[in-house]
């Protein structure tokens, strides 16, 4: 899958002021790469990612998947695309409560049309996967912060997705945890051939990046 955006620029009104948090941002992603933003917070991280992954619209400038121009997607398209080709992990992991492990990583499969025994075998084997074998019943306030972000990552791949997003993954967690969950999303990018894409402030994740962005001001520059 091929994201690209071409001087990709989102504003926002706050009060009698207009704020630039992405100015004219040239960004691509091609291929089964792992890709790390870094920046301060406020610099416009997490609004880039919401924009690449089709969650928010540019105020200027274009986003292109696989070389179409995404404006013209109908919201029905950009909806599919959410979730058939692009996995989302966020930092608060927006996990439904009233479901347990498995039923939070079936619902992207239900949504898409699976049948139950299909979603049920793979969201137990992606569970496993990740480590939760033993977890499948627990609803997220019997996890630990780090084994709900595991469950993120699973239902992420529900779909088998192209380029996963990831938005501070590991913001919350020990330096033990965090650890362990860059490793988890490395192997998902190395051996399921996943692009990856995490906003980070997390050095250890920029130790393992293949390609590295710095953010500021809302502007971005690569930096290897």
């Not at 121009?69 to 029905?76: N, R, T």
């Not at 190395?190 to 692009?195: E, F, G, I, L, S």
């Amino acid at each position: 899958m091929n994201i690209r955006t071409v001087d990709l620029t989102r504003k926002f009104r706050v009060g009698s002021s207009e704020i630039t948090a992405v100015d004219r941002v040239n960004f691509e992603v091609d291929g089964a790469k792992f890709i790390a933003i870094v920046g301060p917070s406020g610099s416009g991280k997490s609004t880039l990612l919401n924009l690449i992954g089709l969650n928010d619209y540019p105020t200027s400038g274009k986003i292109f998947i696989d070389n179409r121009d995404a404006s013209l997607f109908s919201g029905s398209k950009r909806r599919k695309i959410r979730l058939f080709r692009i996995g989302f992990v966020f930092q608060t992991f927006n996990l439904l409560p009233t479901l347990d492990a498995l039923e939070n990583v079936e619902l992207p499969m239900s949504l898409a049309g699976k049948s139950q025994k299909e979603q049920r075998e793979k969201a137990v084997r992606l569970l496993q996967n990740v480590g939760l074998g033993d977890r499948l019943y627990h609803r997220p306030k019997e996890l630990s912060i780090g084994e709900m972000q595991r469950v993120a990552i699973a239902r992420a791949l529900a779909n088998d997705s192209e380029v996963v997003i990831a938005d501070e993954p590991t913001g919350e967690l020990d330096s033990k945890t965090a650890k362990e969950i860059i490793g988890l999303l490395f192997d998902i990018n190395r051996k399921r051939k996943t692009a990856v894409i995490v906003a980070t402030h997390d050095e250890k994740v920029v130790e393992v990046a293949d390609t590295l962005y710095t953010v500021r001001d809302g502007k971005l520059w690569l930096e290897q």
